[in-house]
C-alpha cells in the first residue's frame, strides 16, 4: 500500500525567496513519486516525476525535487520564487513498475507568494 | 503531445438525475482511471479500469457509479442518481507505464 504527507497546508514565501514544500511517502514497493501544480479552477499539470531512475529530478518551471530513499521523502524545492508560483501543489505515489497501480495523492499544499 | 481529453468540462444537473462524464484517454493506454476532488480537497481515487474491467475501485465508488468503454475509446463515468455532495472535479486518467490526467469535468449538483 502506498501514501503520502504532505507537511504543511499552506507555505508562504516573498518573491525570490527558496521554495520548499515537503513530502514523506510511505510505499511497500519500489514507487514512482510525482509533484502535480494545480492553478484555481484547472486541473492537474505534471510538474516532475521520479522513476527509479536519477534521484534529483528537474521539473518544469524551475522546480526539482530529490528522492531520497532513507528519509522515505520527495521535497520539491525552486531556488527563487516567482508570483506565477502560486497554487496548490500535490505529491503523489504509485506502485512503481506495477502499471496498474493508482496514483495515491497527499493532501496538497498551498504555495503563496509575497510581492 | 498526447493528451487525455474529458468532456463536458463543466456540467450542471439535478439532484436525483443521472450523469454520464466522458474521456478519451491516449490511443495506446490500457489502463483507465477516475478520480474525484471536491472542493478545496484532495484528489481521491475512485475506480481503476484494465482489460473491460474494473481492477480497483475505492469505497466512494459505490453502487451509484459505473464505468465503461463502450466503444474502445471513450471511458465514462456513470453516475446514476445524483447526490449533491456528488458535487465535485471529476478527472480521468490513462497509463501506460505512469499517469496522464485530464483537465477534468466540473459537476455541479443543484
Known amino acids: 500500500a502506498q501514501s503520502v504527507t504532505q507537511l504543511g497546508s499552506h507555505v508562504s514565501v516573498s518573491e525570490g525567496a527558496l521554495v520548499l514544500l515537503r513530502c514523506n511517502y510511505s510505499s511497500s514497493v519500489p514507487p514512482y513519486l510525482f509533484w502535480y501544480v494545480q492553478y484555481p479552477n484547472q486541473g492537474l499539470q505534471l510538474l516532475l516525476k521520479y522513476t527509479s531512475a536519477a534521484t534529483l529530478v528537474k521539473g518544469i518551471n524551475g522546480f526539482e525535487a530529490e528522492f531520497k530513499k532513507s528519509e522515505t521523502s520527495f521535497h520539491l524545492t525552486k531556488p527563487s520564487a516567482h508570483m506565477s508560483d502560486a497554487a496548490e501543489y500535490f505529491c503523489?505515489?504509485?506502485?512503481?513498475?506495477?502499471?496498474?497501480?493508482?496514483?495515491?495523492f497527499g493532501s496538497g499544499t498551498r504555495l503563496s507568494i509575497r510581492p | 503531445e498526447p493528451e487525455v481529453t474529458q468532456t463536458p468540462s463543466h456540467q450542471v444537473t439535478q439532484m436525483g438525475q443521472e450523469v454520464i462524464l466522458r474521456c478519451v484517454p491516449i490511443s495506446n493506454h490500457l489502463y483507465f482511471y477516475w478520480y474525484r476532488q471536491i472542493l478545496g480537497q484532495k484528489v481521491e481515487f475512485l475506480v481503476s479500469?484494465?482489460?473491460?474491467?474494473?481492477?480497483?475501485k475505492s469505497e466512494i465508488f459505490d453502487d451509484q457509479f459505473s464505468v465503461e468503454r463502450p466503444d474502445g475509446s471513450n471511458f465514462t463515468l456513470k453516475i446514476r442518481s445524483t447526490k449533491l455532495e456528488d458535487s465535485a472535479m471529476y478527472f480521468c486518467?490513462?497509463?501506460?507505464?505512469?499517469?496522464?490526467f485530464g483537465q477534468g469535468t466540473r459537476l455541479t449538483v443543484v
Open positions: 479500469f484494465y482489460n473491460n474491467e474494473i481492477s480497483e
Open positions: 503523489a505515489v504509485s506502485g512503481g513498475e506495477s502499471s496498474a497501480s493508482k496514483i495515491i
Open positions: 486518467a490513462s497509463s501506460e507505464t505512469w499517469a496522464f
